[in-house]
């Protein structure tokens, strides 16, 4: 009941921001049609952002590591989902699985372990030495990303790559309030709510989880448990760079695979985090929504009435400054 009472404000908060937003937009579109554009585009960047998000709020909750180099898992995660699915490239299965769903299955899996991989590479060849450091670590992470992107202009060259072979949710669209809509943007969203609530249940529920949650809290107790809390710390910085990768390879059937691409989200992603509240997971699975719906819903008002596109890239930032008024500590974050 306290922590009810304790959030209670917040959920509030959340609420009334959406409600705002979506009553904003009704008012000011021409047509439902437009409408639940909007909707639907700020639940699908919404999801996409907490793709990102969620792997950086998860890591900094557990580890006080802000990776920089989020953004870069995610723009792997979208080159080599399109490698694999994509006749030519690196590793081309277009013969071996010429059934495009499931080629597209294997390329998320694909991306998840090359992702997942790296992660566990850094945290354990260069991010370990430096837990009790906070500047080395942004430093680090930073430099990292800047690897990365050098790697994938190295090995696939600077052009932006279109997802040109399709496959089965990619081709479907559906008719809502008039508007023909990329099923596709369905599943995205689909995909995020199953996300949210699976780690949710990882985090809170199962053994791992409190053992996670334990060695944060105590690691000389876990230590003494028997229990490598080092090998855990590990594991979550993997799984939160897997999740990103994860998050580039769904991403990419639908925007393609650049190397602006991870830079864009990690900027929102982090307005996202400290939005929500550092280190909360509740906060940034309500940021994300939030965040994306006020990204849809300022884009549309401003290229109908005010011609100026650049508003809606500036929103995450003019929102979170909006809520550190109201919230220093952001919506579900206490004070660190």
């Known amino acids: ?12 908060i959340v609420i009334s921001m959406i409600v ?9 579109s021409n047509n439902p049609g437009t409408f639940g554009i909007t909707v639907l585009s700020g639940l699908f960047q919404g999801m996409l952002l907490f793709l990102v998000a969620s792997g950086l709020s998860i890591v900094f909750g557990l580890m006080d590591v802000l990776n920089f180099a989020q953004g870069g898992f995610f723009m792997i995660g979208a080159y080599v ?28 899996i694909a991306a998840v372990i090359v992702g997942g991989l790296i992660g566990a590479a850094l945290e354990r060849g260069l991010l370990r030495p430096l837990y009790a450091r906070p500047i080395f670590q942004l430093v680090l992470t930073f430099g990292v990303s800047l690897v990365m992107i050098e790697a ?27 508007q023909q809509f990329s099923t596709y943007r369905l599943f995205v969203i689909a995909i995020g709510i199953v996300l949210i609530v699976s780690i949710a249940l990882l985090l809170q529920r199962t053994r791992i989880g409190i053992i996670i949650r334990a060695g944060v809290e105590d690691s000389a107790m ?3 448990l028997g229990i ?30 650049s190397i602006g691409m991870g830079s864009n ?3 929102a992603a982090i307005a996202v985090v400290v939005l929500g509240g550092m280190g909360s997971y509740v906060g940034t699975a309500a940021g994300s929504v ?34 550190l008024l109201l919230r220093p500590s952001g919506l579900f974050g206490e004070r660190r």
Request: aromatic share 16%.
């Open 1 to 12: 009941m306290a922590q009810f009472r304790k959030t209670g404000g917040s959920w509030g």
């Open 20 to 28: 705002g937003l979506l009553i904003f937009s009704f008012v000011t």
């Open 81 to 108: 989902a399109f490698d694999v699915h994509h006749p030519g490239g690196l590793i081309d299965l277009t013969n071996t699985i010429p059934n495009t769903d499931i080629r597209f299955i294997v390329a998320v």
């Open 152 to 178: 994938v202009r190295f090995i696939w060259n600077t052009t932006p790559y279109s997802w040109t072979v399709l496959f089965g949710v990619r081709e479907g669209y559906f008719t809502l309030l008039g």
């Open 222 to 224: 876990v230590e003494a």
């Open 228 to 257: 490598n809390v080092r090998a855990v710390f590990t594991l979550v910085f993997t799984f939160g760079c897997a999740i990103a990768a994860f998050g580039g390879a769904i991403a990419a059937p639908f925007l393609g695979a």
């Open 265 to 267: 989200f990690l900027l």
């Open 290 to 323: 939030l965040v994306g719906l006020a990204i849809a819903v300022v884009a549309t008002f401003s290229s109908e009435y005010l011609n100026q596109p650049v508003w809606s890239s500036m929103t995450p930032m003019l929102l979170l400054i909006l809520v």
